[in-house]
């Protein structure tokens, strides 16, 4: 089945940049998406990239997807402490759309110190 | 803005018994989900829910699970008979689109916690 792995923590300085890597099985993958998980709430929906895009920028985000090696990286440029959150990828294949079954990864915790 | 809320944020339960988490969608939307993530694991896909009825259900569902929409606002998991293992943090979510790019709404979630 669908499998979607991430490393579980990094920790970076504030004004440094982050990368969170991840990784999927599935190679009908058509959307990936990136959610953050702050404490006590849900998970927000940051962004995504079609699988036909390497690259997709929004503010101090940068997805880039290698669709060959089925990896997704979220950069965050100029990290700051409120960027502290617990961050999951999500990869949704065709079959996974029609059902809004969503398939998650474990979720990087992002460290951010001051 | 429009948000999903679940309630309680936390329960506490004895092993055996029945829990019932609560959602409310946000007002619109007609799909429904519930999510569970344990300590340190994936969040997992357990049901979706559309037009009064199941529309998917993972293996993790089974007849211990139930869900239901019992009036117009709230979307309801009931778990019997619980076991420790079931303790987590279960997500409602909710979306106006099923399939492709549909935006699921994410409410903070329920510990739930089985002693």
């Known amino acids: 089945g669908e499998d979607v792995e991430q490393s579980l923590f990094l920790s970076v300085r504030e004004g440094d940049s982050s990368v969170i890597n991840c990784t999927y099985t599935?190679?009908?993958?058509?959307?990936l998406y990136w959610y953050k998980q702050e404490p006590g709430a849900g998970l927000q929906l940051l962004t995504y990239i079609f699988s036909n895009m390497d690259m997709k920028q929004d503010q101090r985000l940068t997805v880039l997807l290698n669709i060959k090696a089925k990896h997704l990286s979220l950069r965050i440029a100029d990290t700051q402490t409120g960027d502290s959150a617990i961050y999951f990828c999500?990869?949704?294949?065709?079959?996974?759309?029609?059902?809004?079954?969503?398939?998650f990864g474990q979720g990087t915790t992002l460290q951010v110190k001051p | 803005e429009p948000e999903v809320t679940q309630t309680p944020s936390h329960q506490v339960t004895q092993m055996g018994q029945e829990v019932i988490l609560r959602c409310v969608p946000i007002s619109n939307h007609l799909y429904f989900y519930w999510y569970r993530q344990i300590l340190g694991q994936k969040v997992e896909f357990l049901v979706s829910f559309y037009n009064n009825e199941i529309s998917e259900k993972s293996e993790i569902f089974d007849d211990q699970f139930s869900v239901e929409r019992p009036d117009g606002s709230n979307f309801t998991l009931k778990i019997r008979s619980t076991k420790l293992e079931d303790s987590a943090m279960y997500f409602c979510?909710?979306?106006?689109?099923?399939?492709?790019?549909?935006?699921?709404?994410f409410g903070p979630g329920t510990r739930l916690t089985v002693l």
């Open positions: 999500e990869e949704r294949s065709k079959g996974s759309g029609n059902t809004g079954k969503l398939i």
């Open positions: 979510a909710s979306s106006d689109l099923r399939g492709g790019y549909n935006e699921q709404f």
């Open positions: 599935d190679s009908s993958s058509t959307y």
